[in-house]
C-alpha cells in the first residue's frame, strides 16, 4: 500500500486536497513599486543573524503591489481561477550576508490561503489580508500604459488600512527598481512541537529560475502608512522618497539554495 500523497497538507490517497502542488510555480502579474528611504536602524532590527545591513542604501524600502495569475506546471489553474489568482502586497529590504547583497521580503500580505502556503515553504512572512491595486486597461476609463497614467494601491489587514498609494507614470524606464533586484535570503522557520528552540531553522537563497517582462516604467508615488495593532509596517517610516515604477512581468519559481541551517538565533515564542 502506499500511504497519502500530496506536496502540502492536507495529504490524501489521491494527493488532490493538497493546498499547494509541487513546484515549479508560474506566475503572470502587475507589479506597483514605490520605494523610498527610511532610518537605516529599523531595518537592522527585522535582521536576525548572520544577516547584516547592506553596505549601500541601507536604509531602502520597497513596497510592492502584486496582482497575480499563478499555476503548477500544467497550468490547470488558469481555467480554473479561483485556485490561481491572488494579490498581495510586501515590504522589501536588502541586506548583505557574506559579502554579498540580496533583498528580503520582512513583511507581505496575500488574500489566498494557497497563497500563504506557497510563502511557508518559500520563507515569506505571509498573513491574511486585503488588497487592492488599480488594473490598466486600452478601453473606457482605466488607466493605459503610458505618461501621466495614474494608479492607485490600498492594504489593509485585521480591518485596519496599512497603507495606500498612488503612482503616476512618468516615462519608461530600463529598471524597476533596484531595492527587490537581487537574490532572496529568507528564513525557513518552525517551532518544536515541545517549544524548545526550533525545529527547522534555515537561511536559504532563492529568486527566479526565469523571469520575462514588458516596458518598465518610472514615476512618482504619494505613499502612507499607518500604524495598527497587530502590525508593524509603519514603523518603516518615509525618510525620503526614491521612485516609483510599474511593470507586468512573467515569473517561475522552482526552488532554492540553503546557505546555512542552525545559526540564526532566533525564539521560538
Known amino acids: 500500500m502506499t500511504g497519502p500523497r500530496g506536496f502540502f497538507h492536507p495529504k490524501t490517497a489521491s494527493g488532490a ?3 499547494i502542488p509541487s513546484p515549479p510555480w508560474r506566475y503572470s502579474g502587475d507589479l506597483l513599486t514605490v520605494e523610498y528611504r527610511t532610518d537605516p536602524s529599523r531595518v537592522r532590527e527585522l535582521l536576525p543573524e548572520p544577516l547584516e545591513l547592506a553596505d549601500e542604501d541601507p536604509g531602502a524600502v520597497a513596497l510592492i503591489w502584486a496582482d497575480w495569475q499563478s499555476c503548477s506546471q ?7 481561477p479561483v485556485r490561481g ?4 502586497a510586501f515590504a522589501v529590504v536588502r541586506c548583505k550576508y557574506r559579502g554579498e547583497t540580496y ?8 488574500d489566498k490561503d494557497f497563497a500563504i502556503a506557497r510563502g511557508l515553504h518559500q520563507g515569506y512572512p505571509k498573513k491574511l489580508g486585503s488588497i487592492h491595486q488599480t488594473r490598466p486597461h486600452p478601453y473606457g476609463p482605466a488607466p493605459r500604459i503610458e505618461a501621466g497614467a495614474r494608479f492607485g494601491a490600498t492594504l489593509a489587514a485585521a480591518d485596519r488600512r496599512l497603507a495606500q498609494a498612488v503612482v ?7 529598471t524597476n527598481g533596484f531595492v527587490n533586484g537581487h537574490p532572496m535570503a529568507h528564513h525557513r522557520w518552525l517551532p518544536s512541537i515541545d517549544g524548545k528552540g526550533l525545529a527547522l ?3 536559504i537563497s532563492s ?4 523571469f ?3 516596458q518598465a516604467w518610472v514615476g512618482d508615488a504619494e505613499l502612507e502608512l499607518f500604524s495598527a495593532p497587530t502590525e508593524e509596517l509603519a514603523r518603516l517610516e518615509i525618510r525620503e522618497p526614491i521612485a516609483a515604477y510599474y511593470r507586468q512581468v512573467g515569473v517561475v519559481w522552482d526552488g532554492g539554495q540553503l546557505l546555512e541551517s542552525g545559526t540564526s538565533g532566533a525564539s521560538a515564542g
Not at 74 to 80: H, K
Not at 85 to 88: A, L
Not at 168 to 174: A, C, D, I, Q
Request: proline letters at 3%; hydrophobic letters at 30%.
Open 207 to 210: 529568486g527566479a529560475a526565469s
Open 74 to 80: 500544467s497550468g490547470d489553474e488558469l481555467l480554473d
Open 17 to 19: 486536497s493538497s493546498l
Open 201 to 203: 531553522d534555515e537561511l
Open 85 to 88: 489568482q491572488y494579490k498581495e
Open 103 to 110: 533583498s528580503r521580503c520582512v513583511y507581505i500580505w496575500v
Open 168 to 174: 503616476t507614470l512618468r516615462e519608461p524606464s530600463s
Open 212 to 214: 520575462e517582462g514588458g
